[in-house]
């Protein structure tokens, strides 16, 4: 069995069979949510030390409530399509400046997906394809995606004039009910930009998993500080964001 650990800096670190017990141990502790004591003594007396580089306290917050959760100091996108294997995901919008993306990819293919990804040629970085996916700048076969997972255009991290405006990228990639499939599943990792990359009524559709994926955010955190650390020799995990 792969043992995860001491330290989880990438997705790199995991193989499918790490990615697979990370993900079966969510689902446990996503049952620990619906209680009204919201806690396990899994990690009692451990400390968690959480150092980000970058701004991020969605991230930060759900680290810190999945360690509190597990009683240390300080849902997953598989639960609705069973294995991966065979499944087709598109990744659409600011690809360049994500830091999820690159991540996804690894994880996705890891688990058997086909992934392509979708943007303006200047939003999609160079050599994308050598991770193991494929590279459009055309929505044209987004039909053929089983899940669209749409990326935040993060404006905060533009230098440069990357697409003419907001109006003409949201015309030709702003992902709406019109350009969706009956029973394409829809994510996007947050906080959104209503009305850019999304429509309101993509956001609120019944398509749209992004509430969920909010929630099972927490559960696989839970999932990765537990693997990391029971059994592990060190009482304190610095986690790198």
């Not at 993306?101 to 996705?108: D, E, G, M, P, V």
């Not at 700048?137 to 440069?160: G, H």
Request: hydrophobic share 45%.
């Amino acid at each position: 069995m792969t043992r995860i650990g001491p330290h989880l800096l990438s997705i790199d670190d995991l193989d499918r069979a790490a990615i697979e017990r990370i993900l079966d141990r969510a689902e446990s502790f996503d049952e620990v949510s619906g209680r009204e004591i919201k806690k396990v003594p899994a990690l009692r007396g451990r400390t968690i030390v959480n150092l980000f580089y970058e701004s991020s306290t969605r991230t930060s917050s759900s680290f810190e409530l999945a360690a509190k959760r597990l009683s240390a100091d300080v849902v997953s996108i598989r639960r609705r399509l069973g294995s991966l294997d065979g499944v087709h995901i598109w990744i659409v919008g600011d690809v360049l400046h994500s830091r999820v993306a690159r991540s996804n990819i690894l994880a996705f293919t890891r688990m058997g997906a086909s992934v392509t990804v979708c943007g303006p040629p200047t939003l999609l970085p160079r050599h994308i394809e050598a991770l193991g996916c494929q590279a459009t700048a055309s929505l044209e076969r987004l039909p053929e995606a089983d899940v669209v997972y749409v990326l935040r255009m993060q404006q905060e991290r533009m230098r440069d004039s990357f697409v003419p405006s907001l109006r003409e990228y949201a015309s030709r990639y702003q992902i709406t009910p019109a350009r969706l499939e009956p029973g394409q599943l829809l994510m996007h990792p947050g906080p959104v930009n209503r009305g850019v990359e999304l429509s309101g009524e993509a956001i609120d559709s019944p398509q749209a998993l992004i509430g969920a994926q909010v929630r099972a955010g927490v559960a696989v955190r839970m999932a990765v500080l537990y693997e990391l650390l029971v059994g592990a020799p060190t009482s304190t995990l610095a986690a790198v964001a």
